[in-house]
């Protein structure tokens, strides 16, 4: 599996922007889908992530209500659509993908997606 993603860029703090990740290759079987940040000098963190079959969605607290994920798996893209942009969102943003189906307990853990974009860099001025 092959994932793109796009849409990243500099915006004022307060704007809006809605990253997206193109899979291509085995993607009939894919599972889930989710998002991971990396700020300079932080560990990888998960943002969300969606299940393919029903659209179950999971966020990490520190962006429930700002950020929102979808997909769209006629065309095997999922979206991260950001909102109210903060200096602190300024990070590499990640898109992975999972085959297996687990627990939503695992969701956030980064050992539980098989594979990763080369990811989009995020930069919010203040």
């Known amino acids: 599996v092959q994932l793109v993603e796009s849409g990243g860029g500099l915006v004022q703090a307060g704007a809006s922007l809605r990253l997206s990740c193109a899979a291509s290759?085995?993607?009939?079987?894919?599972?889930?889908m989710g998002w991971f940040r990396q700020a300079p000098g932080k560990e990888r963190e998960f943002v969300a992530a969606?299940?393919?079959?029903?659209?179950?969605?999971y966020y990490a607290d520190s962006v429930k209500g700002r950020f929102t994920i979808s997909g769209d798996n006629a065309k095997n893209t999922v979206y991260l659509q950001i909102n109210s942009l903060k200096p602190e969102d300024t990070a590499v943003y990640y898109c992975?993908?999972?085959?297996?189906?687990?627990?939503?307990?695992?969701?956030?853990?980064?050992?539980?997606?098989?594979?990763w974009g080369q990811g989009t860099q995020v930069t919010v001025s203040s």
């Open positions: 992975a993908v999972d085959f297996a189906n687990r627990t939503p307990s695992v969701w956030n853990l980064r050992a539980s997606y098989d594979y």
């Open positions: 290759g085995r993607t009939f079987t894919m599972n889930r």
């Open positions: 969606i299940r393919r079959s029903d659209g179950g969605t």
